[in-house]
């Protein structure tokens, strides 16, 4: 399996440089490093005091790798899945937070495990995950992947400002999906007549 640190420099690499969308709840980006981590974290890497877009984009890459395996990885407790899990639940942590814990726990609620969906990882989701992923851990894998591509579906349906991010301008599959298939095997990769299908009810 994928070192920490090499799955978080693939998330770096993934995130991109500065960004400053206004459709983005996130705010001002560098590497997937949003703004308001940066202020929670008090990193005012200028030095003037308070924490501002000219901190944002004198992060490092080291520094964006630091922040993710310490506050998305370590502190989330997503070491203790298994292990198959963790390059996509490590991604979507940085994308989504909490939500990519709630995302799993509902999987595993619909698996028939009596679970609390509380955003963190505990014995009772630990213990869940370490069954459902046997006898095929892969299996489990796919259909957490599965069930993220929904939620960004899902997102997509309610906010007609996040549809460019399920979509692309010219009418393809967009990052999100794209980022959700990356740790999907093939097999369950939509074709492009199925992702039209399925926005074809987007304006």
Not at 24 to 29: C, E, L, Q
Not at 151 to 175: I, Q
Not at 177 to 196: C, D, G, N, V
Request: aromatic letters at 8%; a positive charge; charged letters at 25%.
């Amino acid at each position: 399996m994928q070192a920490v640190r090499q799955i978080a420099n693939e998330i770096v690499a993934r995130e991109g440089g500065f960004v400053d969308d206004p459709d983005d709840p996130g705010g001002a980006t560098k590497f997937g490093v949003t703004i308001h981590t940066m202020r929670k974290l008090g990193l005012d890497l200028t030095g003037d005091g308070i924490v501002t877009k000219a901190d944002v984009r004198s992060l490092t890459s080291r520094q964006a790798v630091d922040i993710f395996v310490q506050h998305y990885f370590e502190k989330p407790n997503i070491s203790h899945l298994p292990e198959v899990l963790h390059a996509s639940m490590f991604d979507m942590y940085v994308n989504a937070g909490a939500q990519a814990v709630r995302i799993l726990q509902n999987l595993l609620r619909d698996m028939r495990f009596d679970i609390s969906v509380d955003g963190m990882i505990g014995p009772q989701t630990v213990k869940a995950c370490n069954r459902a992923g046997q006898p095929d851990p892969v299996a489990l894998r796919d259909a957490y992947g599965v069930a993220r591509r929904n939620y960004y579906f899902r997102l997509a349906d309610r906010r007609v400002a996040s549809r460019k991010y399920a979509r692309t301008r010219a009418g393809g599959k967009g990052g999100w999906i794209k980022r959700a298939e990356e740790f999907l095997s093939p097999r369950y990769h939509m074709t492009a007549a199925e992702f039209q299908r399925r926005v074809a009810g987007w304006a």
